[in-house]
C-alpha cells in the first residue's frame, strides 16, 4: 500500500500542467532556426525573428588504442656525403588572393505593420435627433500575412474587436466591421442635439504559423483608434389633429 501512495504522489507533479489551461507554451526553438512573432505596443507593429539554431556537439573523441608492437632498433651505417654545385633562383614574390567568403545570415528580423483604415457614418450631414445614425468601417474581419525568413514561411493571423464610442457615453463592442445602410449591425439614436465625437478602437490579436505548428502572438494587441466628428440637430415638430 505505501508503494502505491508514493507513485501516485511523484506523478501529481507531472498531472499539474495538463489540467491547467492558463500555462502559457512558448513556441520550441526548431533544430534549425528559431523563429517568434511579437508585437510592438510602441510601433503597433508586427514583428518577426529568426536565428539560426547551431547547437554544439557533446561527442568526445574516441581514445586510440595503445600499440602493442614493440620496437627492434635496427643497425645504421652512414652514406659518403657529395655536395652538389647550387644555382641560385630569383626569388618571386607572389601577391596573396584574398578568399571570398559567402556572406551568411544567422538572424534576421521582419516588421509588418497594419494597414490605416476609416469609418463612416449616415447620414452624412443632417443628423436629428430620435432618428437613428448607422456607423461602419472598412476593416476586414480578417489580417493575414506570410512572410519568408531564413527559409522558414511564417503566417500570421490577426482578429478584430471593434469598440465604438458614440460620444454620448455609450460604448458598444462587435467582431463585425458593418457596411451602409440598410445594415443595421452598428446603430445609435441620439435624445439631444449637439456636436459628438465619435470614435473607434480596433484591437488585433491571433496566431502565427510555421512548419505545420500554430502559437499565440506574444506581446499584446495591436490597437488601431479612428474619430470623426459630426453635428446633431433638434427635429422639427409639427402638430396634426
Not at 651505417?77 to 626569388?91: D, L
Request: charged letters at 15%; one cysteine or more.
Amino acid at each position: 500500500m505505501k508503494k502505491k501512495l508514493v507513485t501516485f504522489f511523484f506523478l501529481i507533479p507531472l498531472l499539474i500542467p495538463l489540467f491547467s489551461p492558463n500555462i502559457a507554451i512558448a513556441a520550441p526553438c526548431e533544430t534549425k532556426v528559431c523563429v517568434q512573432v511579437v508585437t510592438d505596443p510602441t510601433t503597433n507593429q508586427i514583428v518577426i525573428t529568426a536565428m539560426q539554431n547551431k547547437p554544439g556537439s557533446t561527442a568526445k573523441p574516441k581514445p586510440k588504442p595503445a600499440s602493442t608492437r614493440k620496437y627492434t632498433p635496427r643497425p645504421y651505417t652512414p652514406r659518403p656525403y657529395t655536395p652538389r654545385p647550387s644555382t641560385p633562383r630569383p626569388k618571386v614574390t607572389k601577391k596573396p588572393v584574398p578568399k571570398v567568403v559567402a556572406a551568411v545570415s544567422l538572424s534576421d528580423r521582419l516588421t509588418q505593420l497594419l494597414p490605416q483604415r476609416n469609418i463612416f457614418y449616415a447620414p452624412k450631414t443632417g443628423s436629428v435627433v430620435q432618428v437613428p445614425m448607422y456607423f461602419w468601417t472598412d476593416a476586414t474581419t480578417q489580417f493575414q500575412t506570410t512572410s519568408m525568413i531564413l527559409g522558414i514561411n511564417v503566417g500570421v493571423t490577426l482578429m478584430p474587436l471593434f469598440t465604438w464610442n458614440f460620444g454620448d457615453g455609450t460604448l458598444f463592442s462587435t467582431t463585425s466591421p458593418s457596411a451602409p445602410y440598410p445594415n443595421s449591425t452598428i446603430s445609435h439614436t441620439y435624445t439631444k442635439a449637439g456636436t459628438y465625437k465619435v470614435s473607434l478602437t480596433i484591437s488585433w490579436s491571433g496566431t502565427w504559423s510555421a512548419e505545420s505548428n500554430t502559437y499565440p502572438v506574444l506581446g499584446g494587441n495591436i490597437v488601431q483608434n479612428y474619430s470623426s466628428t459630426f453635428v446633431v440637430s433638434n427635429a422639427p415638430t409639427k402638430f396634426v389633429k
